[in-house]
Nanobody
C-alpha cells in the first residue's frame, strides 16, 4: 500500500512560520519528484512546490522566497518550511509525487489568521 502522512500544520498568525512534514511509504519516494499541494476552502487543489530526486526545486510564484521544500531520502520524508505566512496561504496541505502515485493522505491544515 502506497501512502503518505502529512503533519505539522496548525493555527498561525500572518507573518509566522511553520514546518510541514510528509512521511511516505515505499521506494516511490526515493525515485520520484515529490511535491506539496494545497487546497484552500472552496478552491481546487493546486501545486505549491516540488523537488526532484536530484534535489532540483520548483516553486509556485505565490510562495517563492517564502517557502522552502526539502527531502530526506533515508527517512522518506518531505518537508516544507513556510515563512512569512499570509492569510491566502490558508489551506489543507498535501504531499504526493509529481505523477500523483500515492493515494492522497488526509493532509495537514494550515489556518493563517490576519
Amino acid at each position: 500500500q502506497v501512502e503518505v502522512v502529512e503533519s505539522g500544520g496548525g493555527l498561525v498568525q500572518a507573518g509566522g512560520s511553520l514546518r510541514l512534514s510528509c512521511v511516505a511509504s515505499g521506494y516511490i519516494f526515493r525515485l520520484n519528484t515529490m511535491g506539496w499541494y494545497r487546497q484552500a476552502p472552496g478552491k481546487e487543489r493546486e501545486w505549491v512546490a516540488s523537488q526532484s530526486s536530484g534535489d532540483y526545486t520548483l516553486y509556485h510564484d505565490s510562495v517563492k522566497c517564502r517557502f522552502t521544500i526539502s527531502r530526506d531520502n533515508g527517512k522518506t520524508t518531505l518537508y516544507l518550511q513556510m515563512n512569512s505566512l499570509k492569510a491566502e496561504d490558508t489551506a489543507v496541505y498535501y504531499c504526493n509525487t509529481n505523477r500523483l502515485d500515492y493515494t492522497w493522505g488526509q493532509g495537514t491544515q494550515v489556518p493563517v489568521s490576519s
